[in-house]
């Protein structure tokens, strides 16, 4: 119980910082394991049960969430930025290693430790910006769920390149045996489980999990693997989304357990290992934005979308740790390559935050090749001035064009501008809260200027370069926005205000409707 | 490779729990019984799981955490309510059914010695199995809950000083003066646990948690760490480590978000508890109990048919009606796991003979398996009593009248998701005297709502049947997470429910409406057509 309440309370720590920091909490935890193994000797067998049961817990659920549906139509896009990234940062990573003085096994270990970004992190961001459900917030689910399977296919080829491997054939055999295994209970267990309590249903997801797992261990191929098909067994709607919530609990307690006794087991890094890592890390930060950004504008996001794709993909997974811990656990890396691994995951994770952040997505866009640059003609005037071309800008647009009013668009995005343009509109490509765009998109002498750009502090800025004079409605999604608009002289329009309204015309409309089917199910038994 | 050992018990004990589940669900059986039937199968009829390190430690951190969760559900006032009686009815409890046990063992020809144990074996009632019954029954909460989990923490007490004593016999060779030491540290120790934990809460244990609450794992994780602190110091103290896990559920209680903290230990404590369950079984020894037929059957009996009956009148005594009594009786009607953990320490210390760890394991067998049946039952009998049999519901005390009636929402209207949009949709079914019940993951954003609030995940099937979902009229959300949308409108139509949904992303609105949704609420473009409405005669006004 000691060796529990230990782990967790370094965990708990963890937290705290992570919280305090507004960071991801992963690397903390394996922090926070590192400083518990320097004051207090977690008992071994504690720590080996905590890696095998976190190890299959956290798998798991990471298969639990391969269900293609949720990318949308956003699967090709997702494909192929999610190849080329794993593609090129693996071959660069191993070409990179080799001259390090890493043995090409080695090599390969770290390459494949760098294939994949984190799902751990990257959900969470866009989650936090309400965003994984934008296109490109689906790209980059998409993206990350790909990886995984990728990194878990890549596993059992990796370590049977080492000395303690076995024959390919038979390692692939193993793996297609428990494929089909996954393929028939997707296709006949995961239904059944939908219709059971909540009881049943953690303890049948639990034992799909140590099925496999231990079928796994049968074949001779590795306990990730079996755990992953195991997850994957049940990703089905609703069945997955229902595991899923029931099951967070157990995974978010053996997840804890798991990366703290993942950083017990690191020791202290040496100088040549830190400059490793640091490069390597470098290499994750440096290459991916653009080279993603690149591949995301070709398969159809918009510049400031694949950016943002680009920079929220920078860092290398939780997986890459398990990589580690499986090469270690095999014989074939030694502590210090593990060590590295670690260090390059926790940077790199520490680093997306503010990486992945407004400032720095604005700065770079203005290094885009199709960049603002002066209108030609004189100013307009007397128009409608829209700043934003999203959704709702979209749907406003389609609205305005029945009245005769004259409209600019100014959005950031030179894809959107692009479209607008072909379609005859007149469209400024630029930042909304750039005084000089203002200017050229005549600003002051519209008849009125809307914004419905992203993120309020933007209104703010736009709202203070146009002055007083000209009305200046702006979209707000919350009451507290809507104060800050005021305050600053513009005219507030909160939008679900007008849902809200529809809703209910259809909620008076159907109450006879809603009263009939109350009726019927309350009188059947 | 690692040592995959601990995957291979594990696998095995959720496997076998989770196949016996399976059955004991298709015939109505309590799961608990069913648990223990897979131990029995697996231990000592094939001897396929041998319970190791590992399996232990899940198993009784297990109990412990459940003690926190009844803890988180019951709050200082609560307990002060029942805790007179609680604590007389147990004291008296504990008194009688020892002489009784006692009393029985010797007639039974047990020596003095070995008697005198085995009363002590029969008196305590098992916390873990009480409290998983009322919390499968969602009834911890109810008069006779709480007076079951009053009576049963008394029993702790109880337990404490008892294993206090043991040790002290088995260590010291039984001398006054260091057995009354250790007592003394004891009862010591539960002040300081008390009084830490008044501090904690005192100093911001809850702010922290609450401002924590951001990485929900976080402080889940905290929480869990919170108990465990407690737990490693009531150990420390002597004490049972479940009184510790207690006492810091009840620190917590009385955080906006305790109910919410509740439900993400639940499942952690639904799953270790079937581990402890399954290993209890498969921990016993067949071949000796079967020699002690006759003994493990009175003894049983008592237990089964005393116990209650003793519970219940005594409560009656109290002043309670003869319907808590008879359900709190018959809730209270097994012995506990501690009976084995205090046997096996006796048979360790050479007090007592090994073949008695056997009886005592017999007799919790049976005792539990056949608790988990009739304590459900405590309503139905209580009903047939009512109409039969009256007299015997004055050994009660009471007159047989009495019966709480159920109250819940019905015809209302579920908003979940406490943006701009659902607090606007809120105000306005209140506008029309609808029944409302607003539902948010953030007890924030619950402020200042003219509706009932409900804080809670609509992810988890608890929550659903916490917000009524069968009975209510109408389902809206107006959340922008596309997933939980997804998982409620197609548990909505499961149910029958009609439901509104919000598609934030008009790309998504052919996959809601597949899914049954009734209606969606378009609340980008809703809210582009309020911007040009607003505009078209801004701009006209203007036009020259």
Redesign the interface.
Known sequence: ??G??AL??A??AA??L??WLEAP?LPFLLAAGVALSAVYPVPE??L??G???GV?VLLFVAGLELEP??I??RGRAAVRVGLVQALALAALAFGVCLPLGFTPLEAGYLALALTASSTLVGVRIL?GR?E???PYGRVVLGVLLLQDVLVLLAIPLVTRLGPAGGAAVETLGAIALLGAACAAVRTWGAPLLARA????L???S??TL??F??GA?LLGIP?VVGAFLAGVALAR??VN??V???????G??F??LFFTALGALVRVPSATELWQAGLLAALVVVVTPPLVTVVAERSGLSARSALDAGLLLSQTSELSLVIGLAGM??GDLDPGVFTVIVLVTAATMLLTPLIASDAVSRRLLRLHPSQWRTPEGAPPA?H?LLLGGG??????LE??AR?E?EIVVVDRDPSVTARLRSRGIRAICGEASDPRVLEAAGAGDA??V?S?VGRASDSEDALAAVGSGT?V?V?V???REARRIRERGG?P????????????E??DR?AA???R??A???ESP | ????G???E??TA??G??GV??VA?AVRLP?LLGYLVAGLLLGPVTGILAVG??LD?LA??GVALLLFLVGLELSVDRIREVGRTAALVGAAQMAVTFLLGAGLALGLGFPTGEALFLGLAVTFSSTVVVVKLLDEAGEIATRHGRLSVGVLLVQDVGVALALTVVAGMSGGGGEAASLGRQLGVSLLGLVALVAAAAAAVRWGLGR?LD??W??P??????S??WS??L??GA?AAGLS?ELGAFVAGVAVAQLPRAHDLHR?????V??LL?LFFVALGAGLDLGAAARYGGAVLALSALVLVGKPLLVGGLLGAAGESDRTGLRAGLTLGQISEFAFVLTASAVAAGLVSRDLFSVVGAVGLITIGVSAVTAPLGDRLHGLLRRRGRGVLRLFGGDGSEVEAPEAM??HVVVVGM???GR??VR??AD?GEPVLAVDTDPDKLRDLPAETLVG?V????VLEEIGL?????V?S?L????TN??LV??CRAA???V?V?V?????AD?MRELGA??L????????????????P??EA?KP
């Open positions: 119980m000691t529990v309440t967790l309370a965990a708990t937290y705290l992570a919280r909490a067998g504690l080996e049960d890696l095998v049961l299959s549906g949720r949308g139509d989650k309400r994984m459900f934008e309590d909540d009881e049943m953690i303890l049948a639990l034992s140590f099925l797992a231990l261990e306990l709607f609703p989304r229902i899923r919530s029931e099951v967070a609990p157990i978010e307690f997840s804890a656990v095999q007397g409608v959704t709702t800008g979209r749907t406003l609205e305005l009245s009013v008849r009125v809307i419905t009305e409605l979209r999604t919350t009451e005219t329009v909160l939008l679900p205000e007008r849902a809200a309204e529809s809703l209910m259809w909620y159907s409707e809603l009263d089917r109350l019927e199910r309350l | 490779m690692f040592d995959l601990v995957l291979r594990l696998g959720v496997l729990a989770a589940l399976a669900r799961p390190e590992s430690l009784h951190l922290v401002w924590l951001e990485i794992e976080g402080a889940f994780i905290a869990l760490t465990l602190l737990m490693i150990k480590v993400r230990v639940r499942p952690l639904d799953f079937a019905r015809g943006n701009a949009l606007e949709v306005s079914l029309r995940d992810n988890l099937g608890v069968a009975r209510a009229r109408l809206i107006a922008h997470i596309e997933d997804r998982l197609h548990r029958g429910v009609p509104s919000n934030f992303d008009p790309a998504t996959v009734d209606h609420i378009h609340s980008k473009q809703e809210g582009a057509r309020r911007l040009a409405e607003r505009l078209i801004a701009g203007v």
